[in-house]
DNA sequence: ATCACCGGTGGGAGCGCTCCCACGGTACCT
DNA sequence: AGGTACCGTGGGAGCGCTCCCACCGGTGAT
């Protein structure tokens, strides 16, 4: 049972006092040289990197934590695992963003899911006893009340997708608005005139922002937005066919639908198809997200691409801004970050 | 619930020691109640626990981990981060059981990412460091060392997605030779006969016990085996394209094809389109993952579902049970430990 | 010459926990 | 009665690191 001094000399990790004894060196200097301090002289640090070479040091992770009061590790905090969000592409491609940036530094990732009551419960446990350095945040809800438990408790926290246009902590978004503008200067410049849009779910702020866009292209070439072309999804298939049947019904002349995500797109084409209607010929159709479904749909679906890899590797980054900012405690002298990366619209056969 | 005036004595968290003064204990019993340990009587545990309640206390892991040499957190290590494994559904899927089960336990969630050489290196130096208490692995390819490297460390592991029959990991899988079977008794009772198979990637084990299922599935029933009638694929859209174009060249009387795998079959599915074969009625169409894909095709494609959440659960159970044997050192006294899950088939439109 | 200073260094003092030994007490033997 | 067996318990001794203070010798200023 790996007792105390059983395994120390056999199959034990070296230790940084193993290393000095080698290098010849104190403690205090092979832990500098670690660290990366400068206060070491050329010699010395040759003589104690070889020192880890040869004994193969790694410094131990907890033992660091302990004295140093800090993890080296940040969490990315996935609400309710059910959702779409996690089938997605969207997770996926974040998550390649976040491992590539991450992999340039020391820091280690924890998954720690949010979904039920209990897990939520574990979070604040986790979150209170200072377990990790940062937070990701992901697809938040507008009352979700982790965002200010992380700022109360001083933790930094980077949000993807900001809760509101006042949003307070650090936040990383694709450019929804710019988006939506794209997807609907795209129709008009295809000659489509009546073009309608199914909303996401109108509490989530990127929501809104795309329907600020659709409305806003309009404007700007010179359209009246028709308020009966704006009919509210909630992310879902099942929404997006509710949807676009309420658009038929209002709107028969209907020649374009923008829809929010592709799902509801998905959702809006088996109704499109179930009426007769052909797409593109009659009905143009784009999604939003660009998503495995929006290549493998028939005819395949214009959609907007989101930056999603770089909104993670851009989280990672200001993050650890953060982090390193706090490290010297100079309080709260901070400007406050945020990114907005732009999204591209893939066209295909559907508009 | 939460600590009164504890919280703000702004030295930080409450340790060991401040609870068993509150207590009227020593830290040696306020550590056995935390542990849970039988060895304390029912009045202590009770004032302990209520200090510890009234101040909030949790542990401080990193100090745990110093002092008892464990760590209590596993690592998922996630390979080649540009697969097709990381976006389709598997990924979040498995991620679904393995966090529900964990959120049973005290556990942490590691992720790691092992796609490039270098990220290969940090993992290989964290292993060494032991800074988990075991790993699961997923989609490993047959000549990984990793499994290797693992083994001779000693450090816990279950692998997913056995690499042969000969697996020394700990394993979990579906049983790609039963869901395989049902697929192609599924396409036989339906009245095909022709019926071809677009294998995955034969360096894959599951891809070759699927295989060995549609051959003994068609043996069983009566018929030959034709071995034109079976095109290896790589897992890929395009390989699915070009199986099904060679399907077609060599035996243009096919009447049902199974693939390998939901993305194979729209590969496929473009080809017989392309050739003017409608589906079902001139080819049946059977697809194995049921993805995200499966349920958008045209039409909606029957495929073999794996039950991936319940294999996360199963990955955490028997990894806890492979750590808990290892701690009090009984060394190699264990059984080869096995988990294989029952598919089922979904069928719809295509078939 | 003296003094202040500074870069480079060694090592003590913890960080908060687990492990384990020692200890007093009770219960049961001989 | 003494002995032996436990229980439940307290607290010392680390785990491997960082932090920080003291120290040394070499500068440049006085």
Redesign the interface.
Known sequence: ??GHGARSRSGG?PTLEEVAARAGVGRGTVSRVINGSPRVSDATRAAVEAAVDEL?Y??????R??AANR?DAIA?V?PE??TRF??E?Y???M??GV??EL?ETEM??????A??D??RQ?LA?YL????VDGVLLVSVHADDPLPDLLAQLEIPAVISGPRSAAETLTSVDSDNYGGARSAVEHLLSRGRTRIAHITGRLDVYGAQRRVDGYREALLDAGHAVDEHLIQPGDFTEEGGRRAMKELLARRPDVDAVFAGSDVMA?GARQVLREEGRVIPDDVALVGYDDS??AR???PPLTSVRQPIEEMGRSMIDLLLAEIADRRPATSRGLERRQAVLATELVTRASS
């Open positions: 049972m790996a990790r193969g790694v410094p131990n992770t907890a033992a934590a302990l993890t990315l996935v695992p059910e996690f089938a592409p997770f996926s491609d998550l390649k491992g590539a992999s280690q990732l924890l998954l720690i899911f979904g039920s209990r897990e574990r446990q209170a006893a200072h377990r998905a495995a479904i493998h749909m028939d």
